[in-house]
C-alpha cells in the first residue's frame, strides 16, 4: 500500500529538547516536502527536498532544520524546540504530476 | 507570492443536495491546483488533482474545475452525504512542486 508515514503521531516535551519527527514514503517519489497546520492560518510549508541531498527553505523555516540522506526518508528537526512550535506537523510526497501523499501528522505540544 | 481564498468558510446543507465550493488564487502561473479532504484530527486525502493545462477532473460525485485566467477553482459535490461532511482544502502547486492552501470549508451535511 502506498503511504507516507510518520512518527511519532503524538509528542509532548519540554521546551530545548532536542526531537526528531521521521517521514517515510514507500512510493519512490523525489519530491518530500513538511508542513505545519495551525488554527486561524492553514498549512504552511516549512521545508521541501526534490531528491537526495537537495532541499530548500519553505514559508516558515525558523527554528528546523531537515535532511534527506536517502530517498526514502526526510526526518523534520528540532534543534531547541519552543512552545511556538507546538502545532500538527505533516509530511507529504510526490514525483512528477501526481497528487501529493500526506502522512496522518504528528501533534507536538511543547511545554 | 500566492495567495488562496476559499469561500465559504463554513456550509451546512441538508442531505441530497448538490454544492459547490469555491476557491480563488492571485497568481495564475500555476503548476496545478488538487482539492483535498480533511476529516477532525485526521490527515490530508486527495481528492481530485487538476494539471495547469486542463480544465477538470471527475471523480465519481466530485468534480473539479480550473479556470488559470480567472484564478478560479470550483468543487461540485453531487448528491450530498452526511459522509461527505469535513473540512476541504484547495491547495494551489507552484514549479517547484510547493503547496499554497487556502483556509478551507467546513461542509456539514445534515441527514
Known amino acids: 500500500e502506498a503511504q507516507v508515514t510518520q512518527n511519532p503521531r503524538y509528542l509532548i516535551t519540554v521546551t530545548g529538547k532536542k526531537l526528531t519527527v521521521t517521514c517515510s514514503q514507500n512510493?519512490?517519489?523525489?519530491?518530500m516536502s513538511w508542513y505545519r497546520q495551525d488554527p486561524g492560518l492553514g498549512l504552511r510549508q516549512i521545508y521541501y527536498?526534490?531528491?537526495?541531498?537537495?532541499?530548500d527553505k519553505g514559508d516558515v523555516p525558523e527554528g528546523y532544520k531537515v535532511s534527506r540522506k536517502e530517498k526514502r526518508n526526510f526526518p523534520l528537526i528540532l534543534e531547541s524546540p519552543s512552545p511556538n512550535q507546538t502545532s500538527l506537523y505533516f509530511c507529504?510526497?510526490?514525483?512528477?504530476?501526481?497528487?501529493?501523499?500526506f502522512g496522518d501528522g504528528t501533534r507536538l505540544s511543547i511545554l | 507570492k500566492q495567495e488562496v481564498t476559499q469561500i465559504p468558510a463554513a456550509l451546512s446543507v441538508p442531505e441530497g443536495e448538490n454544492l459547490v465550493l469555491n476557491c480563488s488564487f492571485t497568481?495564475?502561473?500555476?503548476?496545478?491546483l488538487q482539492w483535498f479532504r480533511q476529516d477532525p484530527g485526521k490527515g490530508l486525502t486527495s481528492l481530485l488533482l487538476?494539471?495547469?493545462?486542463?480544465r477538470e477532473q471527475t471523480s465519481g460525485r466530485l468534480n473539479a474545475s480550473l479556470d488559470k485566467s480567472s484564478g478560479r477553482s470550483t468543487l461540485y459535490i453531487a448528491a450530498s452525504q452526511p459522509g461527505d461532511s469535513a473540512t476541504y482544502l484547495c491547495?494551489?502547486?507552484?514549479?517547484?512542486?510547493?503547496?499554497?492552501f487556502g483556509s478551507g470549508t467546513q461542509l456539514t451535511v445534515l441527514p
Open positions: 507529504a510526497s510526490t514525483s512528477g504530476g501526481q497528487p501529493q501523499h
Open positions: 512510493m519512490n517519489h523525489e519530491y
Open positions: 527536498s526534490m531528491n537526495v541531498e537537495v532541499t
Open positions: 497568481d495564475s502561473a500555476i503548476y496545478n
Open positions: 487538476i494539471q495547469s493545462s486542463q
Open positions: 491547495a494551489v502547486g507552484g514549479s517547484a512542486r510547493q503547496l499554497t
